[in-house]
Every structure is written in C-alpha cells, then in structure tokens.
C-alpha cells in the first residue's frame, strides 16, 4: 500500500480515527508520518518483552527492595548463576540451582505450578486401570507418610480408610 501523502513511499503507519461514528484510515510512511508530526515509536522485539514482563512478575512485591537485591545477588557455588541472570535468561544453569536458589525459586516455581513444588508425574490416559490403582495406591501412601510425620493423625486415617477401600 503506498503513502497516500507522498504517493511514493510504501505505507507503514497505518492509523484509523473514529469521529461521529465515520471510520477515517491513513496510511502514510515514517518521513510523512513524521512530517505531519505523528511520534513512531521503535518496535520492541517480541522476546524482550516477553522477558520484561515475566520479571515483573515473578519479582517477590511484599520484599523490601534492600531483600530483593541481595536475593538477586545470591549465586550457585557449581555454575554462578544469580536470580538476575535467570530472570534476564529465564533457564537455569544447572541441576544444582534448584537447591542453591531454592528461597528465591520456590515461589515462582509455586505460582506458575497452581501451589505444587513437588513432581508427581503423568498417567497415561489410555494407561490400564489396574496400573492407575496401583499409582493411586503410591501416592496415597506417600501422603499417609506425611500425614504420620506431622502428627495429622485425623487425616491419616482418612487416607487409610481410603487406600483400604482402593486394595
């Protein structure tokens, strides 16, 4: 589409007015856009922005910024990564970051989880149903042991009634 100022340039800027109800477009290129004092502002790359937004995010609000900054700081003694550095990159280092930068990791690994921080898999849906009990079995179990070790002796027996009734 061309300038339909100049009627030289192709067509960049494309702006559409709504008065009274009538719909007016334009379409100009940056030189007649900017002749007829319209400000173009740079295109921002999609990856920046994206990065820009998740670290405003995932950036802990309630924290003092004094905190917030000595978190950033902090680093993995095996690769060096910081809080900064993921927050800029959004991959970790290595394996090892999980745990050195777990104060700083964990809510945001809580937030974009729906609350878990623990992995529990998948079952397939065309798994058999026998193999869907038995893991059900598993993690019930796992939970009993919980339950035990903090002394949640009403949710305990919950969870072994229900395992009783799955055996």
Known sequence: ?????????TATIHL??????????TH????????????????????????????????????PVAEVAAEDEKSCSSCGMTMREFQKGR??????????????????IEKNQGGNTTHKGKVPANA???????IKILNLRRELEDAVE???????????????HLQ
């Open 150 to 164: 903090n002394e949640d002796y009403e949710n305990a027996a919950q969870i072994r009634d229900r395992i009783e």
């Open 91 to 108: 991959l970790l280092g290595c394996a090892n970051d999980y745990e050195e930068l777990a104060d700083s990791l964990e809510p945001i």
């Open 1 to 9: 589409m061309q300038c339909q100022r100049c009627k030289d340039q």
């Open 16 to 25: 559409t007015e709504i008065n009274n109800g009538q719909r007016q477009e």
């Open 28 to 63: 100009l290129c940056e030189m007649c856009a900017e002749h007829e004092g319209l400000a173009i502002k740079s295109q921002i790359p999609l990856n920046e922005l994206l990065s820009t937004l998740l670290a405003s995010q995932s950036s802990p609000k309630e924290q």
């Open 128 to 134: 058999p149903e026998d193999s869907k009990k038995q």
